[in-house]
């Protein structure tokens, strides 16, 4: 009779041992457990974690190092989405998981904190921190160290005074925009002698980097009296010169003043007539400049039409004679140009 129950009681012994060495090594998870939005459920995540040989324990004192925090939602699909963020001492993961339905949901979540309560038990079982459930976590503490490593500190800075080197050389430029100038002009003087004289101009002009130096212009100019008679003759007066000079801002963008020389040779060639025959002379011409611009954009800043007054002073003396040595006219000292012309920028 003894004998019939050592067999049942031996059986019914290894099965307890059994089920309680999967009790024991059964992974166990404490957690302080915030779930908001969609499919609040933890009754189901709980047993769906027990059917896959783990166990979830909620602690609601707040002492726990250990926080699970799930935030359901639903998509514009009307898909399921949950965020889950798992902290343990300093550690932060983030998981998501989509499902069609909350009962999907949820068995997707706790499949989610089984995976985390056998890596938690695993890391236990050997004295020491988990690290494979945080991959993300344990990236910064070794970059860490690297950062702080001198050597790339010590060749960072070293390439950037090169680059610095294009900027303090074009530091001079103070002002941006086209530095060459190149117009032409039709001008019309008064005053130098009884009659006008219309000419033309051809000038080219540069900027200088630096701010406070003056725009150099360097040009030519041809000026021919029109209908000039003296004493029943004609005299044709021609003035080719070159010019040098100077530009200065007056503070509005558009408008300029200058200053320039003016050098070449006048010639005068009076026409034959019944009081005598023809003749010309010429001599030198010499003559200060004071120009005033005003520059309308037609395609700025590339084209520009210029409108201009000129004031020009000759301290030489000119005196038109006769065949015989007499004075015929003396010309004026003085003249006044008006000029319009286009100029091209670039």
């Known amino acids: 009779m003894s004998r019939l129950f050592v067999v049942p009681l031996a059986a019914l012994l290894g099965a307890w041992l059994l089920v309680a060495e999967r009790a024991v090594a059964a992974p166990r998870l404490q957690a302080a457990i915030a779930w908001q939005g969609e499919c609040d459920d933890r009754a189901l995540p709980r047993s769906e974690i027990e059917a896959r040989g783990a166990e979830l324990d909620e602690v609601t004192t707040g002492d726990t190092k250990v926080r699970l925090s799930i ?31 909350c009962v999907a949901l949820r068995r997707a979540v706790a499949w989610v904190l089984g995976v985390f309560a056998e890596e938690r038990a695993a890391a236990e079982r050997k004295s020491e921190p ?15 160290p690297e950062s702080k490593n001198p050597a790339p500190s010590a060749t960072l800075p070293r390439p950037s005074p090169p680059s610095q080197l294009p900027a303090t050389k074009s530091k001079p430029c103070a002002t941006t925009g086209p530095r060459f100038r190149l117009g032409s002009e039709l ?4 005053g130098f002698v009884h009659s006008a004289a219309l000419g033309s101009s051809i000038v080219g002009a540069y900027r200088p980097c630096a701010s406070w130096l003056p725009r150099i212009a360097l040009g030519a100019t041809q000026l021919v009296s029109l209908g000039y008679e003296l004493d029943s003759r004609s005299v044709r007066l021609e003035r080719t010169s070159a010019q040098l000079g100077a530009w200065l801002p007056l503070g509005i963008p558009a408008l300029r003043a200058g200053l320039a020389l003016e050098a070449g040779r006048i010639r005068a ?5 019944s009081a005598g025959s023809g003749d010309s002379t010429s001599a030198p011409w010499l003559a200060f400049v004071l120009p005033l611009r005003l520059a309308v954009p037609l395609l700025s800043p590339s084209l520009t039409l210029d409108l201009g007054l000129d004031a020009a002073y000759t301290p030489l003396a000119f005196v038109l004679r006769y065949a015989s040595g007499q004075p015929l006219a003396h010309p004026s000292h003085f003249e006044l140009r008006g000029a319009i012309g286009i100029a091209g920028h670039f």
């Open 269 to 273: 060639t009076g026409t034959a007539s």
């Open 187 to 190: 001008l019309l003087g008064v």
């Open 130 to 144: 988990s690290t494979a459930a945080f991959p993300a976590p344990t990236t910064p503490p070794a970059a860490a």
């Open 71 to 101: 935030v359901a939602r639903r998509t514009a699909g009307e898909h399921l989405l949950a965020d889950i963020e798992l902290s343990l001492a300093g550690s932060h993961e983030s998981r998501q998981v989509e499902a069609g339905d």
